[in-house]
């Protein structure tokens, strides 16, 4: 399902690459995404973003921050060619996802809204609506539901006396929780109106074990000395920056002796593959200006902060489980 759920995006991205014209750029020589972006006057992430995907994709080949249009790029992207594919791109360009991307490259990203309100700034300002809620929870729902229902069969939900799910959206962990039979504490810690529809799934899946914290995570207290502090698709939402500062909380939440969780999809290091979690990323570019991350990049800003002995565990559906401890002392 994420294959075609994310594969959707695909074809606008050819599209939105021949727009901004970046196969005829890299013609003249190789560059890195920030010259690109100067060059066209966009955002350097989202080109960056776009770079790698087409490089994943066979048309752009990448050494170290510079690309370079490989033999397809030349002869299907670039506008001198014979063979480009410009004539089938242009009248495709007013399509609602080649124009997102183009959009977003061009001012910024953050096009997921509701009534007029991105959703990053309204999680931002803690100013999620109960329409919200029930506009965008769930979605979330359908799509993490199974992975939460194969990671808790990881020991460390079996071996913690609590879980704190840091912006869990709909409880969907604390629903696989109750669906195992697992009996340590659940708080899901999030905005007052996603309260109120993460209720509503734990009482149908009959969880006992659970509270709510309310709250936002970026202004209001964390509740402290969790085993177990979980982290689901939250660092891909922030700027590396923002994410650093929720890894600080989430330390100081963390019981000593006891883990941090990230659910992320982990590209490769040099950020062109694989081609679901390079899609992804696109997708966080579109809607909050945001990326999704690598291994080395999540393990140093656990250990900047104190966590160690990080790991990387497979969890199903192209996502991955990054788990590190807090020192005893």
């Keep these: 399902m994420y294959d075609l759920w994310l594969g959707q995006w695909l074809f606008p ?46 048309f752009l080949s990448k050494t170290k921050d510079a690309y ?11 506008s001198a060619s014979e063979t480009g594919w410009g004539a089938i791109f242009r009248p495709l360009q007013a399509g ?32 999620v609506t109960e329409q919200a809620a029930r506009e965008f929870i769930p979605r979330m729902h359908c799509l993490i539901l199974p992975t939460m229902r194969k990671i808790v069969s990881n ?27 697992l009996q340590c ?6 905005l007052p109106a996603v309260c109120t529809l993460a209720d509503e799934y734990l009482k149908a899946a009959k969880a006992a074990n659970y509270n709510m914290h309310k709250g936002s995570f970026f202004t209001d207290h964390w509740p402290m000395g969790h085993g177990v502090v979980f ?31 990230l ?23 579109i809607n909050h200006t945001a990326q999704q991350f690598t291994r080395s ?4 800003m656990l250990e900047t902060v104190g966590f160690v002995n990080p790991e990387v565990t497979e969890a199903g559906a192209y996502y991955s489980l990054v788990t590190a401890s807090k020192p005893l002392i």
Aim: proline share 3%; charged share 20%; net charge negative.
């Design 297 to 300: 990049e999540l393990f140093a």
């Design 13 to 58: 991205s050819m599209i939105a690459a021949d727009e901004l014209g970046i196969a005829d750029i890299l013609h003249q020589q190789p560059a890195a995404a920030d010259d690109i972006a100067r060059k066209l006057n966009v955002n350097g992430l989202g080109v960056a973003t776009l770079c790698d995907l087409l490089v994943c994709l066979g």
């Design 155 to 181: 020991k460390l939900f079996a071996m913690a006396n609590s879980v704190i799910d840091v912006g869990g959206g709909s409880g969907a962990l604390g629903v696989a929780l109750a669906e195992a039979g």
């Design 185 to 190: 504490k659940y708080t899901l810690f999030e």
């Design 231 to 261: 982290l689901s698709n939250i660092l891909h939402d922030w700027p590396p920056s923002v994410g650093m500062s929720l890894i600080q909380k989430a330390y100081q939440a963390t019981a000593p002796g006891g883990k941090i969780v």
């Design 96 to 127: 609602e996802n080649a124009r997102k991307i183009v959009d977003s490259i061009k001012k910024g990203g953050c096009h997921i809204a509701s009534d007029g309100n991105t959703f990053s700034e309204m999680w931002e300002e803690g100013a």
């Design 263 to 285: 659910q992320e999809m982990i590209m490769d290091e040099d950020k062109t593959g694989p081609l679901i979690p390079v899609l992804f990323s696109l997708l966080m570019f």
């Design 68 to 78: 370079s249009n490989t033999q397809y790029g030349n002869k299907f992207l670039t």
